[in-house]
C-alpha cells in the first residue's frame, strides 16, 4: 500500500499526538520549563532551527539530530555500570597478579554491589587502587579498561544540558539523560 504525501503528513500527526499523550506523563526526560526554553534555544541556534516546529517532520528530524553523540565529542560519568561488567574488562594477569589484600577489595565490592553501581569518583579511585602497580605489566591497562567503562559519550541532547570539563580526564556531569523524543522536541517549539 502507497500513501500519498498528505497521508503520510496525517500519519506522521497522529504518531506524534500518540508519543505525545504516552510521553506527556511518563517523559524520560521529564523537561521542566525552563530546560524546555533552553532547549528551544539551542535548536534555534542551530542549523536546525527552520524545523522548529511542533508538528511535521521538523521534532522527528530534530530528535534524530539530538540522539547522535555530542560534536565534538563531550565525555561523562555513567549513570549507572552492570557489577557483570567489570569482569570481561578486567586484564587476568593483572588479576593473577593481585595480593590477597585486593582480591578481597574487589570481592567485597562485588558483594556489596550484586547488580549494579553508580561509577562515582570515589568507586573509581577504589578500583584504580586495587589494581595499582604493575600487576604483570597489566596494571595500567587494566587501570585504563576500566577508566573507559565508567565513562561514555554524551548526545547532542545530554549535552545541552551537561556540566564540566566533558574530557576522559574530567568527565562532565549529566543533568538530563536519555534519549530526545520528537513530543518532547514539539513541547519545545510550540
Known amino acids: 500500500m502507497s500513501l500519498t504525501p498528505a497521508q503520510?503528513?496525517?500519519l506522521k500527526a497522529a504518531i506524534l499526538a500518540g508519543v505525545a499523550a504516552l510521553s506527556f506523563s511518563a517523559s524520560a526526560q521529564s523537561l521542566t520549563s525552563a530546560q524546555l526554553t533552553t532547549l528551544r534555544t539551542n535548536i534555534l541556534a542551530?542549523?536546525?532551527s527552520a524545523k522548529c516546529t511542533?508538528?511535521?517532520?521538523?521534532?522527528f528530524d530534530i530528535a534524530a539530530a539530538y540522539n547522535l553523540p555530542a560534536s565534538p565529542a563531550f565525555v561523562v560519568r555513567r549513570s549507572r555500570v552492570q557489577t557483570d561488567q567489570i569482569g570481561p574488562t578486567l586484564n587476568y594477569v593483572a588479576v593473577a597478579n593481585l595480593t590477597t589484600a585486593n582480591r578481597d577489595r574487589a570481592t567485597t565490592f562485588i558483594a556489596l554491589n550484586p547488580s549494579s553501581f553508580a561509577p562515582t569518583a570515589d568507586v573509581e579511585t577504589?578500583?584504580?587502587?586495587t589494581f595499582g602497580g604493575a600487576l604483570g605489566g597489566q596494571g595500567?591497562?587494566?587501570?585504563?579498561?576500566?577508566?573507559?567503562?565508567?565513562r561514555r559519550e554524551?548526545?547532542?541532547?545530554?549535552?545541552?544540558?551537561?556540566t564540566g570539563t566533558g574530557t576522559s580526564v574530567s568527565p562532565g556531569a549529566l543533568v538530563v539523560e536519555g534519549a530526545l523524543t520528537p513530543a518532547v522536541v514539539a513541547q519545545a517549539c510550540q
Open 54 to 59: 511542533p508538528f511535521g517532520d521538523g521534532p
Open 126 to 129: 577504589y578500583w584504580s587502587d
Open 140 to 150: 595500567q591497562a587494566t587501570r585504563d579498561a576500566l577508566a573507559a567503562l565508567w
Open 154 to 162: 554524551a548526545t547532542r541532547f545530554e549535552r545541552v544540558f551537561a
Open 8 to 10: 503520510l503528513q496525517i
Open 46 to 48: 542551530s542549523e536546525l
